[in-house]
């Protein structure tokens, strides 16, 4: 059996084309039809990795009539991924844009993204979206292009290797979105109302905010709508305080009545309005919540979700969120992944010495560089890697270049790629966006890096990274592209993770319900449970081994066995 199929539905009615591909992503044989997706997927379940355009188009309908694939090929996922390694990020990403541009054919736009909108809305969340319209033989020469242009990658064996995570992350979405999150709507309407008070008849706010409102207004001497930052700016003015915005770090430390009440308010505006009644009625059905998750929805990688609000349920309302009877939520937390990506990334040999052990990585780093202080510690890495460069960030950022060069000279190295307008790229090859402005046509001085990735470190040294001598767009630049390399890498690994995870828990009933970058949840029977925690465990390390090949740096997850999602924190 050939290692590779590619299947897609046909334009018109149910049936579906298939074909063996061979190594070069050619046909192998001749194109079959048979009556469906599902029996052409189903009746071939020695293939190891199935092609297709987009798994939104055809994975909901093979899981719908109970057909898992172990492995497949995005065509679309893919693109989007090459244009980016090309510098050309922001180009239409369908297959029948790439065949365009083989051809030198004018390109269709992309289809809008569909907004998730009613009541209904999650039950076609993963409906195909209206594309042009694509023969079989136009998408195999799409595929095989592709394989072309993966040879031609900086790195091809590291691109083969990210699109391959992509397409398994697509395959881990769709299948969230079939398990669902478990989620006790009486148990919301509980908090709900714990939280907000009664709801009033006609959808205005309810009674706890209605009260809050009115200690507000009776604090300022007047009506104060305080879901309406000029008014409340206004009012502050008026009372002889100037305040740039309502936010809740620059209003903490005013000394006026209408504080405390305000900031209250604008906690629970957010519950009402973000994860009310609506959004109750809206997203959760049969005891289940189903977002529809986008893998690589940031050009970092990370993911995002068409509506729901998935990645940022409050802890309060998370509450909701309870196993079956019978089983339990293991919630793995990834232990500094970040800091631990980017020793593996700079091959410094301090620091993956440090990111080698499974406990905290900060005390271990204080320990070194920082005479015992946690906290300075942790604040020159982050700043290392978020671009806190002045003051005592700077202070402490020196500190950590003496004992960790090559790890600074890294996301320094990639910095400066960005205020000089180059892109740079993550450890497997997604690419940052080009700059607005910039006009380079390709590797070189202006353009992508000929021989190594920014950030790698030279092999003589590193050189002293001055910041500040760039304008302000530039150096803003320049501290996305500094976090680009290591928030970028740890998206990828991620992904490989959650490959590694899904693979490890094939036969059991344990289900993956929930992820966000640093974060996973498996919902499994309370006998599964100690399984799924080594499985969780595991799958990090592998994933680390896999990205980044052999390294001392250790991959560590804090993980919780609950009943609540909210018990886990």
């Known amino acids: 059996m050939n290692e590779r199929w590619a299947v897609a539905p046909e334009p018109e009615g149910d049936g ?7 190594g070069d992503g050619l046909p192998a044989g001749d194109v079959l039809r048979e009556a469906d997706l599902v029996t052409a997927v189903r009746a071939r379940p020695d293939v190891t990795r199935w092609v297709w355009r987009n798994s939104a188009e055809v994975y909901p309908r093979l899981l719908a009539a109970g057909v898992r694939v172990e492995r497949c090929y995005d065509v679309e996922a893919a693109e989007q991924l090459l244009l980016g390694h090309e510098g050309r990020l922001g180009e239409p990403r369908s297959a029948a844009a790439a065949w365009a541009r083989l051809h030198n054919a004018p390109v269709p736009p992309d289809p809008p993204i569909r907004q998730a909108e009613g009541p209904a809305a999650q039950d076609s969340l993963f409906e195909p979206q209206a594309a042009a319209p694509l023969p079989f033989d136009a998408l195999l020469e799409v595929y095989a292009e592709q394989q072309r242009r993966h040879d031609l990658a900086e790195y091809p064996g590291r691109m083969r290797l990210l699109t391959a995570a992509e397409s398994a992350g697509m395959l881990v979405a769709a299948e969230m979105h079939g398990a669902g999150l478990p989620w006790r709507a009486d148990v919301h309407r509980e908090v709900l109302h714990e939280l907000l008070g009664e709801r009033y008849a006609g959808g205005g706010e309810p009674r706890r905010l209605a009260e809050l409102a009115d ?7 007047r009506r104060v709508r305080p879901d309406l930052p000029a008014d409340v700016v206004r009012a502050f003015a008026q009372a002889g305080i100037r305040v740039r915005s309502t936010r809740r770090w620059e209003l903490q430390d005013v000394d006026h009545p209408a504080v405390a009440p305000l900031l209250a308010y604008k906690t629970l505006y957010r519950i009402w309005t973000a994860h009310g009644w609506s959004w109750l009625a809206d997203w959760v059905r049969d005891g289940r919540f189903r977002p529809e998750y986008l893998p690589g929805g940031t050009v970092s990688g990370r993911w995002t979700t068409n ?53 905290d990585l900060y ?3 204080s320990d070194r560089a920082f005479s015992g202080d946690r906290d300075h510690a942790k604040l020159a890495l982050l700043g290392a890697i978020y671009g806190q460069t002045s003051g005592d960030g700077l202070k402490n950022l020196a500190a950590l270049r003496r004992r960790f060069p090559r790890a ?13 307008g180059r892109l740079v790229r993550t450890w497997l090859g997604r690419t940052s966006p080009r700059a607005v402005g910039t006009d380079d046509d390709g590797p070189g001085e202006a353009g992508l890096p000929q021989e190594l990735p920014p950030g790698t470190p030279r092999e003589d040294g590193p ?38 995870l899904r693979r490890a828990t094939t036969g059991m009933r344990a289900e993956l319900v929930f992820f966000q970058h640093d974060e996973v949840i498996v919902h499994c029977p309370a006998e599964e449970a100690e399984a799924v925690t080594v499985a969780i465990r595991a799958a990090g390390d592998e994933a680390g081994r896999i990205a980044f090949g052999d390294t001392p740096v250790h991959f560590a997850f804090t993980t919780a066995t609950v009943q609540r999602y909210s018990d886990a924190k």
Do not use: C
Request: glycine share 10%; no cysteine; aromatic share 6%.
């Open 408 to 420: 600074v000279a890294y996301v320094d190295d990639a910095a400066r790629a960005g205020e000089e």
């Open 363 to 365: 005390t271990r780093l």
């Open 463 to 500: 050189e002293q990274y001055v910041p500040g001598y760039a304008s302000s767009d530039a150096r803003a630049r320049g501290r996305f592209t500094r976090n680009f390399v290591v928030q970028g890498s740890a998206a990828d690994w991620a992904l490989l993770m959650l490959a590694a």
């Open 16 to 22: 579906a084309l298939l074909v063996p591909l061979g």
């Open 307 to 359: 509506g729901g609000g998935a990645l940022q349920i409050p802890k309060v309302i998370r509450r909701a969120v309870v196993a079956d009877e019978g089983w339990r939520l293991v919630v793995a937390d990834a232990d500094q992944m970040e800091p631990r990506v980017l020793a593996a990334i700079s091959r410094d040999p301090g620091l993956m010495e440090v990111a080698g052990h499974p406990d």
């Open 215 to 221: 200690e507000v207004s009776a604090a300022f001497g």
